[in-house]
C-alpha cells in the first residue's frame, strides 16, 4: 500500500483544537438536538405548572426570565464561534473548488475580503450574465465574469460595460492576466 502524501495526512490527522473548539463544537451539536428542544420545553412546561404552587410570584418569574437570559448569552458566543470556524471551512473547500476549476475566475477565491462596493459590482457582473444566460438558447452554454468584460464593450465605447459611458467595469478580470494552476 502506499504512503499517503504530506497533502493526504494534513487535515486528516489528530485534532489540534483548542478546547474552546472543542467545547462549542459539542455544545452546538448537542443544543442543536431533538433531546435539547424536549429537555427546554419539559423545563418550560414544568416552569409553568408549578406557577400555582408559587402563586405566580415575582420570584417564580424573575427564576425563567434569568436563567434564560443567561443561557441565551452564553450560547451566543458558542454558536457565533462554531458559525465562524463552519464559514471558514466553506469558504476554503469553494476557494479549493474554484482554484481546481478551469475557467473559474480566480478573483472569487478571497472574495469574502473584498469591500461592499467591489462585492456590489461583482454582483452586478452575474446579475448580467444570468440576464444573458435566460436568452441563451443553449442551455449548456455557460458565461463567467471574464466574458462579461469581453461582450459588454459592444457598444464601441471601450469602456466595457455596455451603457456607453466610458466607465468600465474596474473589477472585470483581464483574462491574458488571469493564471491557471
Do not use: C
Not at 424536549?38 to 415575582?58: E, K, M, N, Q, T
Not at 437570559?69 to 469558504?91: E, Y
Not at 478571497?110 to 459590482?121: G, H, N, P, Y
Amino acid at each position: 500500500m502506499a504512503k499517503p502524501s504530506a497533502r493526504d495526512t494534513l487535515f486528516t490527522g489528530p485534532s489540534n483544537a483548542g478546547f474552546f473548539d472543542r467545547f462549542a463544537h459539542r455544545v452546538t451539536r448537542a443544543t442543536g438536538s431533538h433531546y435539547a428542544f424536549f429537555i427546554a420545553l419539559a423545563i418550560v412546561v414544568g416552569w409553568g405548572l408549578s406557577g400555582p404552587i408559587f402563586h405566580y410570584s415575582d420570584t417564580w418569574q424573575l427564576v425563567i426570565n434569568t436563567g434564560t437570559t443567561v443561557v441565551t448569552f452564553l450560547m451566543v458566543f458558542v454558536i457565533q464561534q462554531s458559525q465562524n470556524k463552519d464559514t471558514i471551512a466553506i469558504q476554503l473547500k469553494l476557494n479549493e473548488l474554484i482554484a481546481a476549476t478551469r475557467g473559474a475566475s480566480n478573483r472569487l477565491v478571497d472574495v469574502e475580503d473584498l469591500s461592499d462596493a467591489e462585492l456590489d459590482q461583482i454582483k452586478a457582473f452575474y446579475v448580467r450574465l444570468a440576464a444573458r444566460a435566460k436568452h441563451e438558447s443553449d442551455l449548456r452554454k455557460t458565461h463567467s465574469l471574464f466574458e462579461s468584460e469581453d461582450d459588454d464593450d459592444a457598444d464601441g465605447d471601450g469602456g466595457g460595460d455596455g451603457g456607453g459611458d466610458g466607465g468600465g467595469d474596474k473589477l472585470a478580470p483581464d483574462p491574458a492576466k488571469a493564471t491557471r494552476g
